[in-house]
């Protein structure tokens, strides 16, 4: 099976089983995960969990200084 091919297997007509090779079944997988972490993401955007960049980065910089002393 070449790399990202994806055979479907019917049986009367109707599609019962996919085969894929395994390349392709990671990719889907990576894919699925990277999508997760994004609905994951937008719900707390929603529920106004998130701080805009200049607050996040002057946070980041207050505490490096903090541990360089």
Aim: negative net charge; aromatic residues 8%; without cysteine.
């Amino acid at each position: 099976m070449k790399p990202s091919q994806i055979k479907p297997i019917s049986y009367l007509g109707e599609a019962r089983v996919v085969v894929q090779d395994a390349q392709s079944y990671e990719d889907q997988q990576q894919t699925l995960a990277l999508l997760q972490i994004l609905t994951l993401g937008q719900k707390d955007i929603q529920a106004g969990n998130f701080r805009d960049a200049d607050t996040f980065f002057a946070e980041l910089d207050a505490e490096d200084r903090g541990h360089s002393s």
